[in-house]
């Protein structure tokens, strides 16, 4: 088995899915080609570089708690590289952030399976993403996957 390590980020949107009661459909993507963190007097920033090629998609259906919490399925495109099915661990949070108007969660997904390279694909991704009042996302990933030699 051969261990892959990603970290991504991805932009678009969420919203309710018509006709589906405390359900979101949240649909995004992601040029990233690097993630860096640098240390310094004011604490950490981070840089986000895009790739100059394919773009990752990302579609999922949310189903949320009364209490905040969630489960999510769904699907992360990375175009060639494959495709990778995704469901909750557990349940997620999200809840309202330190700035008015965003919302903050995080959740953990087990990695049901692929296609193409990533077929027969294992796995955690962790999410830690906002989301605006008018339904951005920001969503930060950081996947480790198990694919076959």
Known sequence: MR???YA??????????????????ARSGSTTNGLST????????VSVDDAPAERASFTSSVQIAEDGSFTEDGTID???????????????WMGPSAVDGLTHGAINWRIDGGTGPLAGASGI?????????????????????????
């Open 78 to 92: 990375f175009g060639a590289a494959g495709t990778l099915d995704f469901s909750t661990i557990g349940s997620g």
């Open 3 to 5: 261990q892959i390590g």
């Open 125 to 149: 991704i962790t999410s830690n993403f906002t989301v605006s009042g008018s339904g951005d996302v920001v969503d930060n990933q950081w996947g480790v996957i198990f694919v076959a030699d």
């Open 38 to 45: 640098a240390l310094g007097a004011d604490g950490p920033t």
């Open 8 to 25: 991504m980020q991805f932009r678009g949107s969420a919203g309710p899915q018509e006709g589906k009661e405390n359900e979101l459909s």
